[in-house]
Nanobody, 120 residues
C-alpha cells in the first residue's frame, strides 16, 4: 500500500513564506510525475505546480515567480516552497503522484491535504 503524507501547512501573514513537504511511503518501484493541487472553499481543485522525475517543472500562472516545486527522488519526497504569500493562496493543498509499485502498473495517489491560511 502506498501513502502520501503532507506536512508544513499553517497560518502565515501576507508576504510570508511556507514550505510544504509530501513524502511517499509503502511499496514503491518508481514515481513519475508529482503534483501539488489546492482547493479553496467553494472553488474547484486546481493544479498549482508539477515536476517530472527528471526535474522539469510547470506552474499555474497565479503562482509563477512566487512558488518553487522540487523533489528528492532518494527520499520519495516533493516540496513546495511558497514565498510572497497572498490571502488568495489560502486553500487546502494536496499532494498527488503517479506511482508504480511494480514495473507493470501505475496508479495515481492523493495525500490527505494540508491547510494553508494567509491572513493578517
Amino acid at each position: 500500500q502506498v501513502q502520501l503524507v503532507e506536512s508544513g501547512g499553517g497560518l502565515v501573514q501576507p508576504g510570508g513564506s511556507l514550505k510544504l513537504s509530501c513524502a511517499a511511503s509503502g511499496s514503491i518501484f518508481s514515481i513519475s510525475i508529482m503534483n501539488w493541487y489546492r482547493q479553496a472553499p467553494g472553488k474547484p481543485r486546481e493544479l498549482v505546480a508539477r515536476i517530472t522525475n527528471g526535474g522539469s517543472t510547470d506552474y499555474a500562472d497565479s503562482v509563477k515567480g512566487r512558488f518553487t516545486i522540487s523533489r528528492d527522488n532518494a527520499k520519495n519526497t516533493v516540496y513546495l516552497q511558497m514565498n510572497s504569500l497572498k490571502p488568495e493562496d489560502t486553500a487546502v493543498y494536496y499532494c498527488n503522484a503517479d506511482i508504480r509499485s511494480s514495473p507493470y502498473n501505475s496508479k495515481n495517489y492523493w495525500g490527505q491535504g494540508t491547510q494553508v491560511t494567509v491572513s493578517s
